[in-house]
Nanobody, 129 residues
């Protein structure tokens, strides 16, 4: 059974940087494809896709973070990262990592959190102006 655990959130001023981590534990068959996404949610609003990355190294970003956020993976640590720079108050949210099992990331599916079956508990990011 796969589990995800996020960390790295915090409070920063606008223009600052944070790197979120998502540690993956558990295992799936080696031949399974995978897709990992980062989402964020502000209370009272829908969950928003931020970035995704798969085992074909295809990555997608929501337009509001392109050029500022980078999704990456450290295979040796089984950890995924979301490196965030030039943060804006509008980036304030709870950030979640999620994984699709035996499926790649596709641009057409990017904004669909319902396709992700495994979720972490979230880590809060607060950006002050």
């Amino acid at each position: 059974q796969v589990r995800l655990s996020e960390s790295g959130g915090g409070s920063v001023q606008a223009g600052g940087s944070l790197r979120l981590s998502c540690v993956v534990t558990g295992s799936v068959p080696r031949e399974y494809r995978w897709c990992v996404g980062w989402f964020r949610q502000v209370q009272g609003k829908e969950r928003e896709a931020v970035a995704s990355f798969d085992d074909f190294k295809d990555s997608y970003y929501v337009s509001s973070v392109e050029g500022r956020f980078v999704i990456s993976r450290d295979a040796s640590e089984n950890t995924f990262y979301l490196s965030m720079s030039d943060l804006e108050p509008e980036d304030t949210a709870m950030y979640y990592c999620a994984r699709r099992i035996n499926a790649r990331c596709f641009k057409a599916d990017f904004a669909r959190p319902d396709l992700y079956g495994v979720w972490g508990q979230g880590t809060q990011v607060t950006v002050s102006s």
